[in-house]
């Protein structure tokens, strides 16, 4: 949760299987505040909503992640939209830091839904810092199924 890592480079090093971007929203959303997590007043704005799936090429479903875009921008960062994130900025060489905002953990009836799995979720929520400026609000919840290959949460 706390890594500084590609979220899509762990599962394909867990899964043992390649990381597909299943891409569910690009949407415009202006200045909308968009039930954002705290830091989206950070990204300017006119602002781009994007929602995926990341998934395994089998299919199953391991995370849920929006992040939210400069709209003047994300062409250029997102050259690619069925792409992860981290891979669209890597071949640009964009150099990064991730501030991690906040940690989640609780249930969602909509997440059970696409998952196909009983909660409980952990999710957080982080900024992206390219050039002492943000460039994207990320916001990722891991499916229960990664227990899978971690082990299993006592609670």
Not at 17 to 45: Q, R, W
Not at 97 to 126: N, P, V
């Amino acid at each position: 949760m706390l890594g500084d890592g590609s979220p899509t480079r762990h599962l394909r090093l867990l899964t043992g299987e390649t990381i597909e971007v299943d891409v569910i929203d690009m949407s415009f959303i202006g200045d909308s505040l968009d039930d954002a997590p705290k830091g989206i007043e950070k990204v300017p704005n006119p602002r781009i909503r994007r929602q995926v799936w990341l998934k395994t090429a089998s299919g199953k479903r391991l995370a849920y992640a929006t992040s939210w875009w400069e709209a003047c921008h994300v062409d250029y960062y997102l050259q690619n939209r069925s792409l992860p994130i981290w891979e669209s900025l890597s071949q640009l060489h964009t150099e990064l830091y991730r501030d991690i905002q906040g940690i989640y953990y609780g249930k969602s009836e909509t997440l059970e839904e696409g998952f196909g799995e009983k909660g409980a979720f952990w999710g957080r929520h982080y900024l992206f810092w390219h050039r002492g400026k943000p460039l994207t609000l990320i916001y990722e919840v891991f499916s229960p199924y990664l227990s899978k290959y971690l082990g299993e949460i006592n609670q």
